[in-house]
Nanobody, 120 residues
Framework: QVQLQESGPGLVKPSQTLSLTCTVSGVSITTVSYYWSWIRQPPGKGLQWLGH???????YSSPSLKSRISMSKDTSKNQFTLQLHSVTPEDTAVYYC????????????WGQGTQVTVSS
């Protein structure tokens, strides 16, 4: 059974770096059929794709956030990570990790989401 679980601090101060980890079970993150995405939902707004990391460690990110995002994988732990630098209160959101089926726009498995609030 495939499961994804986000972890990280729920409160980040403005100008600092938001760091989240997604732990995956039931499938290897090196499987060539899938990419691994980060998605968020700010309060009162829709879902926003942030980026994804591929099985070969390439990364693709939203153009609006590209200058502030870093993503990586740790295959020994079957985890992938998100860092969002220089955060502002506008980065407050529920953050999700999800599995993306290669060649589609289908995110077929999601974590439960974790609330991150940016506030001093």
């Amino acid at each position: 059974q495939v499961q994804l679980q986000e972890s990280g601090p729920g409160l980040v101060k403005p100008s600092q770096t938001l760091s989240l980890t997604c732990t995956v079970s039931g499938v290897s993150i090196t499987t060539v059929s899938y990419y691994w995405s980060w998605i968020r939902q700010p309060p009162g707004k829709g879902l926003q794709w942030l980026g994804h990391v591929t099985y070969s460690d390439s990364t693709y990110s939203s153009p609006s956030l590209k200058s502030r995002i870093s993503m990586s994988k740790d295959t020994s732990k079957n985890q992938f990570t998100l860092q969002l630098h220089s955060v502002t209160p506008e980065d407050t959101a529920v953050y999700y990790c999800a599995r993306l089926v290669v060649g589609t726009s289908d995110h077929d498995y999601w974590g439960q989401g974790t609330q991150v609030t940016v506030s001093s």
